[in-house]
C-alpha cells in the first residue's frame, strides 16, 4: 500500500499563489507516475499535472504557464506550485501515484485538500 497525504490548500486571492504538497509512505517501491487531479463541484475528476520523473512532466491546457508540478528523485514527495490562481481553478485537489505491483499498474489517492480562490 501506498499512502498520499496532501496539505498546502486554502483560501487565495485571485492572482495570488499557493504551493501544494504531498507525501507518500508505505510501498513507495513501484512508483511510476505521480500527479495532481481535481474536482470541483458537479463536475468529474480531472487531471492537473503528472510526472514521472524531474523534467518529465504533463500539464492540463488550463495550469499550462501557471501551475509547476516537481517530484523528488526518491518519489516520496510531489509538489505543486500554483501561480496566478483564478476563480475557476476552485476545487478539491487530490494527490495521486501509481505503482507497479504484480504486473498490474494500480493507483493510490490522497485524501484531497480544498483549493478556493476569491475573485
Known amino acids: 500500500q501506498v499512502q498520499l497525504v496532501e496539505s498546502g490548500g486554502g483560501l487565495m486571492q485571485a492572482g495570488g499563489s499557493l504551493r501544494l504538497s504531498c507525501a507518500a509512505s508505505g510501498s513507495i517501491f513501484g512508483i511510476g507516475a505521480m500527479g495532481w487531479f481535481r474536482q470541483a463541484p458537479g463536475n468529474e475528476r480531472e487531471l492537473v499535472a503528472t510526472i514521472t520523473r524531474p523534467g518529465t512532466s504533463n500539464y492540463a491546457d488550463s495550469v499550462k504557464g501557471r501551475f509547476t508540478i516537481s517530484i523528488t528523485s526518491a518519489k516520496n514527495a510531489v509538489y505543486l506550485q500554483m501561480n496566478s490562481l483564478k476563480p475557476e481553478d476552485t476545487a478539491v485537489y487530490y494527490c495521486?501515484?501509481?505503482?507497479?505491483?504484480?504486473?498490474?499498474?494500480?493507483?493510490?489517492w490522497g485524501q484531497g485538500t480544498q483549493v478556493t480562490v476569491a475573485s
Open positions: 495521486h501515484a501509481e505503482a507497479l505491483r504484480n504486473g498490474k499498474w494500480i493507483n493510490y
